[in-house]
Structures are given as C-alpha cells and as structure tokens.
C-alpha cells in the first residue's frame, strides 16, 4: 500500500466514478439504465479494488461511500431523520459463511446460534412513510439516502398504503420503509398499453415502479398497478419498540402493512444459506422480481451494536441471485405465426445465461418494437428474463453495431402458409391474411367456425378438432364436411354410433344462414353483430366478397379497421379457395332481403351485355349486387338500366324497343366509384 497514488491509478479511479455515477443518474433519475446490473456491479468492484488498494483514494464522494443518486429537482426535497442506506452483497455461501462470522465476532455469539430474519429482496423501488397519530403524513423516496424527494401525493394513490393505520393503540409517530413494486402481470399490461398508445416503454418493472412513483401528476401514479410491501420500521415511540425485527414486521401487519409472505425466521448461517438456496428455487414460480434474499441479524439490540459502515448497514446483507439482464448478440430474426395469424419477430440470440437459464430465443412483440428499439440483426443487445414470462429484448447497444448489421423487415408471405401479410394502418400486429387455409391458426379457425353461434356443428368439441388436426384428417373447415363415417369411428372414444351422430350434425350445419357463415369465416374484428350487418347489407356473399373498402366504411358502424379486414381476408386466394369449397361441400343459406336505406339501387333490375373492356363481367355483376340491385340475365319491361359494352346484340336491341336506358360501361363505372363499389 502507498500513500502517494501514481496518477494512472487516480486516472482510472476517476474514470470509473464517471461511468458509475452516469449509471446512477440514469437508472435512479430516469429511471432508464444504460447498462446492466452486472456491469454496474462490475465497475463497482473495480472501484472498491483499486481504493482497497489505494485508501487515500477515498473520498466521501465517491460512489462506494454514497448511495443510490441526488433526487430531480422536480419534486420538493426532504431529509430523512434516518438515513436509507443501501445494503453490501454476498455472492455466494462463502461470502454468506464469511459475513456471518463477521458479526458473531463483535456480537460475542457462535454464528450457528445467531437468529436472522430472512426475506426476499424485492427489486423495486425504497420508499419510507411517516406517520403520526396514525395519519399517512410524508412519504418519500430514498434518493442519496441523505435527502430523498417528497412523493406524499403519488404514494397516497396505493391501496397497499394505509392513509391510516388500522385497529387503534397507534404511536406518536412511524416511519415504515418499504419497497414500491410492480408486479409481472401488472408490468406487461402497462407496456403494452404504452406500446399502443406509442408512449415509454419501460425496460424492467423496477424502472416501471421508480418511473411510475415519480410522476409528477398523481392522477398518473394512479393508473399504475404498483404495490408497497414493508420491510423495516426505521423509527418509533420508545414506549412501542420491539425486541425484534420480526416482531416489528408482526407489528406492522396488524397495523394494516402488506410483509412479504416469504418472511422467516431461522437460526444459524447454514439456516440462512439453506432460505437463500430454497427461496431461489421459487424465484421463477413469483409473480414480481427479487434480485436476491435479505439476511437481517433479528434481534434489534444486535443490530443496534452492529451499526453501520459508509453506506450500508452491518447487520445485514442481500445474497444476490443471478442477473435477470444479460448482453448477448442478435445473429438472426425469425417471424413466428401465432393462433390468430399474428406475427411476432423473435429475436435468435446466442446462448446466455439469464437468470439461471440459457436463452436463445427472445420476442421483439412487433416492427414498431423493433423500430422502437432500433434492432438490427447482428446488434448487441440487452435481454430480460424473469419468471416464467418469455425472454425479451429491452435494450441495443448503437455504439457496439457491426457494420454488416442488417435492417430487419417484414416477410411479404407466411412463413407457415405462404399467404399474403396484413399489416393495416393503426395497428402494431402484422398478420397472415389466409385465416382458412393457414396451418398455424387452422385449430383456431376451426374451432370458431364450429362453434355454436357460428355454424353450430353438434358434437364437434375442441378435444376432437384437436384429433382432427393432428392427423392431418382436416386442413379447412371444408375438410369438416368431407369426413366419412368410417374416418370418424376410427378415433379413440368414438365409435359408430357417435360418428353417425357427427356426419349428422355435419348436414345439419349445411343450412346456416349468410350471417352464421360471415361470422363462422372468423374474419378479424367480424363479430356477430357485424357479420349479421354485412349480411344485411349486401344480401349475397359475393356481394360482399365484391365490394371495396371504400364501400364497407360507408355502411354505418364499419370503422376504416374493419373494412381493411374483410378486404384484405377475401382478397386472400387461399381463403376465396375455401369459400368455393364450402359451398361445393352443400353450405347454403337463404337469400337475405337487403335493407333498403343503405342500398342506393335496390329493387332495381340491370343486364349486362356485350363485352366489358375495363370490368370484368362478374365483378361488375357483383358491384351492382353490392349497391343492391338484382342482376338479370334477360332485358323485360321491369329492367332499370341495360350496360351494352362492345359487340352488343340483341339484348341492346330489344332494350331500345322497350325504351329501357342504355348505359355504356365508362358510365357504370362512374357510378359504381361514386359508391365506392368497385374492388
Ligand atoms: N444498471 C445500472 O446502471 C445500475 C445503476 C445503479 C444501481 N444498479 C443496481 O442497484 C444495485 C445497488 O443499488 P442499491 O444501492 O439500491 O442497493 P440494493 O438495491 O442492492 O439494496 C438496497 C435496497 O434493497 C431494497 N430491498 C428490497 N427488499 C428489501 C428488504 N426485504 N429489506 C431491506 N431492503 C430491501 C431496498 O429498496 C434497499 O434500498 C446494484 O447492485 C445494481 O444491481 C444498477
Ligand atoms: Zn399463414
């Protein structure tokens, strides 16, 4: 050791004060890290090294003398009358082993005699609360842990934090620290509320929980799915102190707190290491994140001799479980179909360990994450894994970029179905439009055109579409009425009589109505009601199959949304393809009488004749259809208009006679844009 430091020494020291105290400001300020925990704690250790090493090199401001950052000016200041400091780590049971002997020593106990209380390290963020006479009066973050940042009006949003405390008998005064934490399920909710609205996404739930506390409107803290456990009282009338700390978290139950319900006692430091062990296995089984246990000497009388160094208590310590980020690199992005269609990019890694797990695969949600996080494939980016929720990307490391990295775009075709891909303004999901015919929703579609409100086949349950499909026995719902009685009796728990019934039940469901069979093609967004509207309106399939997305937001109730569903759906060749062979297999329905308010040429007649240059015959056909009017094959008196295109004969003749109007195909089809009728 050397008092003097040679200036390399100090060059790297203050280096590495810069880089943690960066860390610091961004993950306690803005709640937006910019490395991983590990590599914060590595920087950190390389510090506490070098002024090991080094004494003179330290100084009360460096970051292993202080805790946590300085709070935002955004919000009023307070000191804490005790400070919230931060706690030292144990890696392993040696360190633990270690820790223990350290404290029995001045303690003059055996450390197998010596009780802890064990508990969960709740990766959120510290809090403390003030009460007097019972009444919720301050409330405020940890900040440096000298002075934190007045948060009373954010706290008193959380149910789990009493306004007052329950039964009676309350002290003088309370300060209750605690954890403010969000749980898993709460946390993918939020972010996939902020996803949609286009608004912050936070990287894990312990920036969501300090993100969320420290919004300046309450009204926001409100809306967010934050919950506060207690885990130390730091003041209390003398008249009222315990013996221990168990004893004061009891207190603080009756008193209406929320305690981990992981909390125990135990005796020894093999006790202690077994909780950890245990604890550990039960991580990824928790609905929140801990980043590792906290072993607290119970008796307050020990901890009062034990004290404090620095910037953490000696009495206790936090074993620290491994890292839920890690840093990888992306070596490819693949599209997965899900049971709706949707497509979701999963990011291929290489193999890390992420909390005990090796990953390789990790979601990127959707393009506008991925734009979001400005992914390329070949980026070094940073992956969270917790509980049993899928792993994902949160962060990309711009400054380490390849320069061979590659942009990542959507696939034009399915990769499981080769159908075309959907992608409609205003919505984040890009998915496969062949919703009949595609593999990856076949059980799905299945499923929903079966069903009771759609073509109501009796008998045909979710277990047996699952036989169906993974025989390969079905493929589109046409299949369904392609079954042989045989095929069927064949099944396990079948036999004849239930197959009879089936194929039965398959006639029976051939006569539906048009409606039913909208509703039964599982169009996205074409819910009863609207499949019914569609029926209504356009009277006939092909009508509908016809009509354009100009057409569709016409009618009342269609939103742009929808008609760019049932557009893109029937503009899909394989779903069109399963249509024809519904219908070939005896699907019908009777004709639908079409609501005479949105259909500008209802209980008209037209004939079309000639050659038609621009339209195709049966689109033009179907275009009229869809405006309402019938099509004829035959010009009479009751005929409203005759199109003669090219090479007319004798219809044109016989309309001339009859003097019935003869519109030539330009002026149909001025007509058929002005309603928007053309596909
Ligand atoms: N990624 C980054 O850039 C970055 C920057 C700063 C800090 N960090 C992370 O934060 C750690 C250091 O932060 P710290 O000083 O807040 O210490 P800490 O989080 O490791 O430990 C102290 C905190 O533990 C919490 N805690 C949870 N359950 C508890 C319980 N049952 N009893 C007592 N306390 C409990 C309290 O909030 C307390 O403030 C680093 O090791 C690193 O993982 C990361
Ligand atoms: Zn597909």
Request: proline share 5%.
């Amino acid at each position: 050791m050397s008092a003097t430091i040679p200036a390399p020494i100090q060059e790297q020291a203050d280096d590495l004060r810069r880089q943690i105290d960066d860390a610091n400001h961004q993950y306690y300020v803005e709640d937006a890290p910019a490395l991983t925990d590990a590599e914060y704690d590595r920087l950190m250790r390389e510090l506490h090294a070098l002024e090991q090493d080094y004494p003179a090199l330290v100084t009360p401001d460096s970051p292993t003398q202080r805790v946590g950052a300085k709070p935002d000016a955004g919000f009023p200041e307070v000191e804490h009358a005790v400070p919230m400091l931060s706690l030292d780590n144990a890696f392993d049971e040696t360190e633990l082993r270690a820790f223990g002997t350290r404290i029995a020593k001045p303690l003059k106990i055996e450390a197998c005699a010596l009780e802890f209380c064990c508990e969960p390290k709740l990766d959120g963020a510290a809090v403390s609360l003030v009460y007097e006479r019972g009444q919720l009066v301050h409330g405020a973050t940890r900040g440096d842990g000298r002075t934190g940042e007045d948060i009373t009006s954010n706290l008193r949003t959380l149910r789990s934090v009493p306004l007052r405390l329950r039964g009676s008998d309350w002290p003088e005064l309370l300060e209750v620290r605690g954890e403010v934490y969000m749980r898993h399920s709460g946390f993918e909710a939020l972010n996939e509320r902020a996803r949609e609205a286009g608004d912050k996404v936070f990287a894990n739930p312990r920036n969501a929980a300090a993100g969320s506390l420290r919004q300046l409107d309450p009204s926001i803290t409100a809306t967010r799915p934050l919950e506060f456990c207690a885990y130390q009282v730091a003041r209390i009338d003398e008249a009222r102190e315990q013996p221990t700390h168990s004893a004061n978290m009891a207190l603080l139950r009756d008193w209406g707190f929320k305690t981990n319900p992981e909390l125990s006692v135990v005796t020894g430091i093999e006790a202690v290491i077994a909780f950890c062990a245990q604890l550990g296995e039960k991580r990824d089984g928790l609905d929140y994140d801990i980043d590792g246990a906290v072993l607290k000497v119970n008796a307050l009388s020990h901890q009062r001799t034990l004290g404090f160094v620095s910037r953490a208590p000696r009495w206790a310590i936090a074993f620290k479980y491994p890292a839920q980020e890690q840093i990888t690199r992306v070596r490819d992005v693949e599209f997965q179909v899900g049971r709706t269609g949707k497509l979701t990019p999963v990011a291929k890694l290489a193999p890390v360990q992420v909390a005990g797990v090796t990953v390789s695969n990790a979601t990127l949600h959707n393009m506008d994450e991925i734009r979001r996080l400005d992914l390329r494939i070949g980026d070094t980016v940073t992956v969270y894994r917790a509980g049993d929720v899928i792993p994902k990307v949160v962060g990309v490391q711009t400054d380490k970029r390849p320069n061979d990295a590659q942009a990542i775009t959507l696939p034009e075709a399915c990769p499981v179905c080769g159908s075309g891909i959907e992608q409609i303004e205003g919505e984040a999901d890009a998915r496969c439009s062949g919703g009949l015919y595609c593999g990856a929703q076949r059980r799905e579609a299945l499923k929903h055109f079966a069903s009771r409100r759609a073509m109501d086949i009796d008998g045909l349950g979710v277990k047996l579409i699952d036989q169906l499909v993974e025989r390969e026995l079905v493929k589109t719902p046409a299949d369904l009425f392609k079954l042989e009685c045989e095929t069927l009796a064949e099944l396990p728990r079948m036999g004849q009589k239930s197959a009879q019934n089936l194929i039965e039940s398959f006639d029976k469901a051939r006569s539906t109505t048009l409606a039913r069979f909208i509703y039964a093609l599982g169009v996205r967004e074409v819910g009863e009601t609207t499949a019914a509207l569609l029926a209504n309106h356009f009277g006939t399939l092909e009508a509908l199959m016809a009509a354009s997305e100009a057409a569709l937001v016409e009618i009342n109730d269609i939103g742009p949304i929808v008609a760019a569903h049932v557009r893109a759906f029937f503009d899909q060749p394989h779903n069109r393809e399963t249509i024809e062979d519904l219908i070939e297999q005896g699907v019908t329905w009777p004709v639908v009488e079409i609501d005479a308010v949105d259909a500008p040429l209802k209980g008209q007649t037209w004939v079309l004749t000639g050659t038609l240059e621009t339209l195709a015959r049966d689109d033009a056909k179907a275009a009229l259809t869809a405006l309402g009017a019938k099509v004829s094959g035959s010009v009479s008196k009751k005929t409203h208009a005759l199109v003669a295109g090219a090479a007319a004969g004798s219809k044109l003749d016989k309309a001339r006679t009859l003097e019935i109007p003869i519109w030539s195909e330009d002026e149909l089809v001025q007509l058929l844009d002005q309603h928007g009728a053309r596909s």
